[in-house]
């Protein structure tokens, strides 16, 4: 069999139908995938089994990011986004880093945790030893709530007990609960079991149990992508490659001392973050939440990358964060285009699945301060965003890119300029 390769030179110049007959080969799309991926996925009476008050969809551009060589295996990786040069910079960085070697990833146990708040402890040291005598026991009680995950491998890992003494509402005592959630995202398995043993922690404790919920925080569920980039590949028209390298380092020192500029660069990387998470039919807020908390991890909010110049000379980068996806359950089984997108991944488990969604993370940061730190973000930011300013503008499908070129080549790219240009023609 054939390897395939993310390598697809020309891909963004090709007419839709041909993307799409290149995706559908490469995943084995059938006929009725194809045709959720040009506009029959989700129909407004699924919709209207999955929330409340529906009215109909909401739409959103779904793209293919290519060049991605992750533990030596290609990918093509679904994004959905709406803005521009996202799908360009992931893919361009991608095959930067393809030409070290591409990402190494790895992924902790998917082990989330679930929190029990208690209150009115009498005894606050009696209270967490009778937790840690009976762990074994809360654990088992845990692992009677969902017996699939159980079965798989997973189940309950931990009972860790957090007494806070001073809160606005007086002495509380927190017990977390470490519960291996497998394939699954685990948000129903975690909040089930929860409940299921928040009577036997009132009674352990003589407390009284409030909260029963798990945290979004998942720092016990990471993960990781590094990769390493020869320095000649980064060099550009006026800067050689060392050089280039060196002032993508400064951007990442600058992000790690300074709060103000480290919540854009953390943004930077969501914005290849959320897309695929989005694509997947996983919980995008989730995730965004235990990022940016993981990332002020230390009391001090700073980037989630490491970006350095290597004893070679060559440019490292690194990217560790919580990333609780699931591939059963939810809108990922639900959601028609969830399903596509899962498929054209072809990943086989939900650590799979985090470890290429961090290297994507990754991949987009360094688009971003590539781009920062050398010719300029607006360069190519604004060249693809023009399109959009046309469509804005009233621009139909035969005028857009002509309005857009013009607009670039005048460096005045706004919907009143815009208006001017098709008001001329």
């Excluded at 050398?374 to 693809?384: E, P, S």
């Amino acid at each position: 069999m054939t390897q395939k390769s993310s390598r697809l030179p020309g891909f963004y110049k090709l007419p839709i139908a041909e993307r799409l007959k290149m995706v559908a080969d490469w995943a084995g799309l059938d006929e009725t995938e194809q045709a959720v991926l040009t506009g029959r996925g989700l129909q407004a009476g699924q919709a209207n089994m999955m929330i409340e008050n529906v009215l109909g969809t909401f739409e959103l551009p779904l793209g293919i990011a290519c060049n991605f060589l992750i533990n030596g295996r290609d990918y093509i990786i679904p994004m959905a986004v709406e803005e521009p040069s996202v799908l360009a910079g992931v893919s361009y960085a991608a095959k930067l880093i393809r030409a070290g070697g591409g990402f190494q990833t790895e992924a902790s146990d998917p082990v989330m945790i679930g929190q029990i708040q208690v209150l009115d402890v009498p005894d606050m040291d009696a209270a967490i030893a009778a937790i840690a005598a009976n762990k074994q026991k809360l654990m088992d009680l845990a692992n009677c709530c969902d017996r699939v995950i159980v079965d798989l491998g997973g189940g309950a890992r931990d009972i860790v007990v957090r007494p806070f003494p001073d809160t606005p509402v007086g002495p509380m005592l927190i017990v977390h609960l470490q519960f291996d959630t497998r394939d699954a995202m685990g948000a129903n398995a975690i909040n089930t079991a929860l409940e299921s043993l928040a009577p036997h922690i009132a009674k352990l404790t003589g407390g009284r149990t409030n909260l029963r919920i798990l945290s979004n925080l998942a720092d016990q569920r990471l993960a990781t992508a590094r990769c390493t980039i020869p320095a000649d590949q980064l060099a550009v028209p006026g800067i050689e490659g060392r050089a280039a390298a060196q002032l993508i380092a400064e951007a990442n020192a600058f992000a790690l001392v300074d709060p103000y500029r480290a919540a854009t660069h953390n943004k930077g990387i969501m914005n290849g973050i959320d897309p695929v998470v989005i694509a997947t039919g996983n919980d995008w807020r989730a995730i965004e939440a235990g990022a940016h908390t993981y990332a002020a991890r230390n009391g001090h909010y700073a980037a989630l990358t490491d970006w350095h110049i290597d004893e070679n000379g060559d440019l490292f980068g690194a990217i560790t964060l919580p990333m609780a996806v699931g591939m059963v359950g939810g809108a990922t089984k639900v959601h028609p285009t969830a399903r596509v997108a899962m498929k054209i991944l072809g990943v086989k488990s939900a650590p799979e699945l985090a470890q290429i969604i961090a290297a994507v993370g990754l991949a987009q940061n360094l688009a971003a301060i590539k781009a920062l730190s050398t010719v300029g973000i607006q360069k190519g930011h604004m060249a693809l965003h023009a399109r959009q300013v046309a469509m804005a503008a009233g621009a139909a499908n035969s005028n857009i890119q002509a309005i857009a070129n013009q607009l670039v080549t005048e460096k005045n790219i706004n919907v009143n300029r815009a208006k001017e240009l098709l008001a001329g023609n």
